[in-house]
């Protein structure tokens, strides 16, 4: 069974960074676009950053300029860099396959606090 496990939860002040990781497993990662996506309190899911399989990337705009997304195909590992953290980015962060009909079962998430 395809797995994803997300890390890198974490409680910042508004302008910190944290750095996200998502370990996948069972699946050939390396052929595969990986997407970033997040969901804030009674809001659904969203979109925040995506990386082919050859590293292009695409961002929201809400993140534009603050996120990184990344990829080590070596350790079946896609990053997300995040800088100039707002409370607008509090959410529980999961990683997976892109687009959406290739997509597999949900991980667990890691939530991301900001707050002062």
């Known amino acids: 069974q395809v797995q994803l496990v997300e890390s890198g939860r974490g409680l910042v002040q508004p302008g910190g960074s944290l750095r996200l990781s998502c370990r996948a497993s069972?699946?050939?990662?390396?052929?595969?676009?990986m997407a970033w996506y997040r969901q804030a309190p009674g809001k659904q899911r969203e979109l925040v950053a995506t990386?082919?399989?050859?590293?292009?990337?695409l961002y929201a705009d809400s993140v534009k300029g603050r996120f990184t997304i990344s990829r080590d195909n070596a350790k079946n590992t896609v990053y997300l860099q995040m800088n100039n953290l707002k409370p607008e980015d509090t959410a529980v962060y999961y990683c997976?396959?892109?687009?959406?009909?290739?997509?597999?079962?949900w991980g667990q998430g890691t939530q991301v606090t900001v707050s002062s």
């Open positions: 997976n396959k892109h687009p959406e009909k290739a997509r597999v079962d």
């Open positions: 069972r699946f050939i990662f390396s052929i595969f676009a």
């Open positions: 990386i082919t399989s050859g590293g292009g990337t």
